[in-house]
Structure formats: structure tokens, C-alpha cells
């Protein structure tokens, strides 16, 4: 697993952990995500080490999720989840900061510290 920061410098706690990170020298990473998603292999990774399934890292109050008619009790296998999110990154869960095999969600910001 990469050092990485997997940030939309649109969304204000994404912008805010990544400064947390830059203050304390934390060298990573910056993926664009929206741009380059991550595969399905590193969203089942970021799943392992957060101990959570794919929907539970999903912005189900995205619009996006409405409007492709998706409903978190909807059943669908957890390779469903990832391919709803690889083909709308706007869906995951913002930032997701890999560092040293660990993982963490910046929300709040100083919960990345955790994993440093």
C-alpha cells in the first residue's frame, strides 16, 4: 500500500488534512481521485485496513448516488460497490490517507494522526 493521500482539494477537510499533514512533514502522495481512481485493489485494501465494507466508505448523501437510483439498503456484493465507485469517484469517502500499511478517513482532520 502507497503513501498516499487520496484528496479532492475541493472539499474543505480534504484541503485541511492535507495541510495537517504538510505542517508535521508527513511525505505522501497526492492522488487526484476524481481523476485517478483507485483500483480494486486499493479500495479493498483502504476497506481491510479500515475494518469497513465499501459502502460504509461511499458518500451515500452525494448526489450522485440519488441519481444513479442507489439506496444503502440496496443488496449488491462488495466488488458491486467498488465498480460504483470506480466509475464515480465522487462517491468515496474524502481524504482517505494511506500511510506505512495503515489507514485512516480525514474526518475530522486530525483523525490521520492516529496512523502516523
Not at 488534512?17 to 504538510?22: D, I, P
Not at 469497513?52 to 444503502?72: C, H, N, Y
Request: glycine share 6%; proline share 8%.
Amino acid at each position: 500500500m502507497r503513501n498516499a493521500i487520496f484528496h479532492n482539494p475541493r472539499c474543505s477537510k480534504s484541503r485541511q488534512t492535507l495541510a495537517l499533514l504538510e505542517e508535521r512533514g508527513v511525505e505522501l502522495e497526492t492522488v487526484f481521485y476524481l481523476e485517478t481512481p483507485p483500483s480494486a485493489d486499493e479500495l479493498a485494501e483502504i476497506c481491510r485496513g479500515l475494518g469497513v465494507t465499501p459502502l460504509q466508505i461511499m458518500r451515500t448523501k452525494e448526489a450522485r448516488f440519488a441519481e444513479l437510483g442507489l439506496s444503502p439498503s440496496d443488496v449488491r456484493s462488495d466488488g458491486e460497490w467498488m465498480a460504483l465507485m470506480i466509475s464515480n469517484p465522487i462517491l468515496i469517502e474524502r481524504p482517505i490517507v494511506t500511510y506505512k500499511g495503515r489507514v485512516a478517513v480525514g474526518r475530522p482532520p486530525e483523525s490521520v494522526l492516529a496512523i502516523l
